[in-house]
């Protein structure tokens, strides 16, 4: 990867960064040589500042890192796409994003996902997710066979809306299968994506 510094008058390259998992765009910096170098030798997303004039790590006063991902460069060597993990609010004004957009994935699961998280951690008085992981494993596995079952049943019959909604409680108690055994669609997916290669 070769960009062009050279390409324009301050030696600066605009630097896109986008969220690893969610894809949104999050915001746009420049970049210098030693930003770049810096960048790939801590993990940690670095710009050339134009108003401080000098190497600025995006967080080293917030503590809301970019946890460097992957670089790329585009077809004329002048543009990097970074894509990162935040740890914690991109803008300085408290927003996800320099765009004042939530960084969630528009994909809905992935969205669920991060919901069951917040919930897990809620009082079991207050979340029905608290409440069913509170119990167990292997309450949570009964759950999804009870699902399953239910959703059998509803197939054979020609109720739409019956069928429709026990396949959302089968998928809905699946996704907290995954959570409570410590993995995600993403690891499913990966499974997927690797017998699907053979």
């Known amino acids: 990867m070769k960009a062009d510094f050279t390409k324009y008058q301050d030696g600066l390259v605009p630097a896109i960064v986008q969220d690893y998992d969610t894809s949104k765009v999050l915001m746009l910096g420049f970049m210098n040589e030693e930003a770049l170098h810096k960048t790939e030798q801590t993990g940690n997303v670095t710009f050339y500042s134009r108003s401080k004039n000098r190497l600025w790590t995006k967080g080293e006063e917030s503590g809301n890192f970019l946890k460097l991902k992957s670089i790329f460069l585009d077809c004329d060597n002048d543009t990097f796409l970074i ?107 990966d499974v997927l994506k690797q017998r699907h290669s053979k």
């Open 83 to 189: 894509k990162a993990h935040p740890l914690g609010p991109v803008c300085h004004t408290g927003a996800d994003t320099c765009w004042s957009e939530k960084n969630h994935s528009d994909n809905f699961l992935l969205y669920l996902e991060d919901i069951i998280k917040l919930r897990r951690q809620s009082s079991p008085e207050e979340s029905y997710v608290a409440r069913l992981m509170s119990k167990g494993i292997n309450k949570v596995a009964q759950k999804v066979g009870e699902e399953a079952v239910e959703l059998v049943i509803e197939a054979k019959d020609n109720n739409e809306d019956l069928f429709l909604n026990e396949a959302a409680d089968l998928l809905f108690h699946y996704l907290l299968l995954l959570n409570a055994k410590g993995y995600n669609l993403q690891s499913v997916i």
